[in-house]
C-alpha cells in the first residue's frame, strides 16, 4: 500500500474520507485523551501521550496487513470560531 505522507496527499485523504464515508471515520477532541505532555528539551523531542483503545494499538504494530490511519490534524482557533460564525465571508461560499 502507498501510504501518503506529505501534507497535502494527507489533506486529500482526509477530505476525501470526510465527504464520502463520514459515517466511518472517528474523531475525539486530543485534549480529551491527553496523559502526559513534555515540551521539546535538548535531549528529546516533546511528546504527547494519549491514551486510545487496545484495538487502535494492536492496529499500529506488527500487522502484516496495511492498518487504518490515525492522522493527526490540527484546525485553528480563527477557523473553529468561523465556524459557529452566522457571518459568511465571500471565501467560504462553496
Known sequence: ????????????LV???LEKYPQRIEMAAIENLI???ARE???????LKIAVP???VKGLRGRK???DRLI???IPRETEDRASSPIILPNEIT
Open 1 to 12: 500500500m502507498n501510504v501518503p505522507e506529505d501534507p497535502e496527499a494527507l489533506r486529500k
Open 15 to 17: 477530505a476525501f474520507a
Open 35 to 37: 496523559l502526559d505532555a
Open 41 to 47: 528539551s535538548g535531549k528529546r523531542p516533546a511528546y
Open 54 to 56: 487496545d484495538e487502535t
Open 65 to 67: 496487513t496495511p492498518a
Open 72 to 74: 493527526l490534524v490540527r
